[in-house]
């Protein structure tokens, strides 16, 4: 079955950190242009990072620069999202999302909550 399944939410306090990871089954993600969004509440899905195929990513959102690092480990077929000094405006529904040509595959998503 090819399927993306993230994993790694939960519940954290403001300041912590969280490691998402979102595996495939069923094809390679080392052909893939990978991405992690996220959702929150009544607000529309917006894209956090891209990564190549080469596993090079530059251009995070304003808003996670300097605390969230995308990487991917193609052995493990997984791609990862290390978020750093949570704050409780990164709640949100988090997803991955492989992409090559025009065929795309998203994740279930997986819940961040960031609240003391």
């Known amino acids: 079955q090819v399927q993306l399944v993230e994993s790694g939410g939960g519940l954290v306090q403001p300041g912590g950190s969280l490691r998402l990871s979102c595996a495939a089954s069923?094809?390679?993600?080392?052909?893939?242009?990978m991405f992690w969004y996220r959702q929150a509440p009544g607000k529309e899905r917006e894209l956090v990072a891209p990564i190549t195929t080469a596993g090079g990513s530059t251009n995070y959102a304003d808003s996670v620069k300097g605390r969230f690092t995308f990487s991917r480990d193609n052995a493990k077929n997984t791609v990862y999202l290390q978020m750093n000094s949570l704050k409780p405006e990164d709640t949100a529904v988090y997803y991955c999302?492989?992409?090559?040509?025009?065929?795309?595959?998203w994740g279930q998503g997986t819940q961040v909550t960031v609240s003391s």
């Open positions: 999302k492989a992409v090559h040509s025009t065929w795309a595959l």
């Open positions: 069923g094809f390679t993600l080392s052909s893939y242009a």
